[in-house]
């Protein structure tokens, strides 16, 4: 299977808010309802930041969210903080498997 | 608390098999209701999900892995290992182990990572 399609890149000031979009196809991100998102600082291991395309495990700030539209998932970051810049991943399940994108590094200016 | 650790060798050579070990602490793989499995991500590059296994059942692995590669467990120990065959050095990457957070999602608790690099 194909890898999902990420921007390599996304920026915003503080307090701003940005948008990583991640597209698929019909036969992962179209079919299922299970995207995640990832965050992942340099040297460490990734944390999950959003399942269930809109779902939240408890602990992930609010200000991370989800949601999807026929074969594009989106995260949106809203109020940047320095400690969000990191880089991010996207994973749909695909019948029996699991793909993720290339990531995306965000910057906050 | 949940806690992953990957133990193994840091050094292959090509062709040879690279087994990685995972030690679960802070719960019980065999009572838990979840899958079990293995990512990794090649240095710079991007996450690459390896296989997931439900203990003393299913198990799935990634197609372009699969001629190479199986997930076995031994619960008496409360771990699950990772074996790769015929390396080369597009294996080399930083191994995790990781348990299911819910359905469709491989991986809502991680390992540190282990490197494991691939060379003669």
């Known amino acids: 299977q194909s890898a999902l399609t990420q921007p390599p890149s996304a920026s915003g000031s503080p307090g701003q808010s940005v948008t990583i979009s991640c597209t698929g196809t019909s036969s992962d991100i179209g079919a299922y309802n299970y995207v995640s998102w990832f965050q992942q600082h340099p040297g460490k291991a990734p944390k999950l930041l959003i399942y269930?395309?809109?779902e939240r495990p408890s602990g992930v700030p609010d200000r991370f969210s989800g949601s999807k539209s026929g074969n594009t998932a989106s995260l949106t970051v809203s109020g940047l903080q320095a400690e969000d810049e990191a880089d991010y991943y996207c994973s749909s399940f695909v019948v029996g498997s699991f793909v993720f994108g290339a990531g995306t590094k965000v910057s906050v200016l | 608390q949940l806690h992953l650790q990957e133990s193994g060798p840091g050094l292959v050579k090509p062709s040879e098999t690279l087994s990685l070990t995972c030690s679960v602490s802070g719960g019980s793989i065999s009572s838990s209701r979840n899958y079990w499995g293995w990512l990794r991500q090649p240095p710079g590059k991007a996450l690459e999900w390896i296989g997931s296994v439900f203990i003393g059942a299913q198990r799935f692995y990634n197609p372009s892995l699969k001629s190479r590669v199986s997930i076995s467990e031994d619960t008496s120990k409360n771990q699950f290992s990772l074996t790769l065959r015929s390396v080369t050095a597009a294996d080399t990457a930083i191994y995790y182990c990781?348990?299911?957070?819910?359905?469709?999602?491989?991986?809502?608790?991680w390992g540190q990572g282990i490197l494991v690099t691939v060379s003669s």
């Open positions: 269930a395309v809109t």
């Open positions: 990781v348990k299911e957070y819910a359905d469709g999602c491989p991986a809502g608790y």
